[in-house]
């Protein structure tokens, strides 16, 4: 295990043991909980980034051209005013 001198703004670190003492773990556990999964976070995001390179708009719109010009199933049609409810 290794260890690293980390400086945090006062209120970040305030914050950060309030939601241990919260979550009923050490400061120690929950920041590099919060590592480990800020890590795995960006390496999705960098996956999806290098997929979506790959990709060809046009040929994917090419495809959506080809399909057939039907009414949705009900419960599927596309809602006009997604505005709050009264």
Known sequence: ???YPLRLADHVMEEAKQVA???NVSL???LSAFIADGIGHRRAI???KKR???GNADAALAILDCT???KPDAG???VEDL???T
């Open 76 to 78: 599927d049609e596309l």
């Open 68 to 70: 057939p010009n039907v």
């Open 28 to 30: 120690n556990q929950l």
């Open 21 to 23: 003492a919260e979550d």
């Open 46 to 48: 960098m996956k999806l």
């Open 1 to 3: 295990m290794s260890t």
């Open 52 to 54: 979506a390179d790959r």
């Open 83 to 85: 505005g709050p409810k």
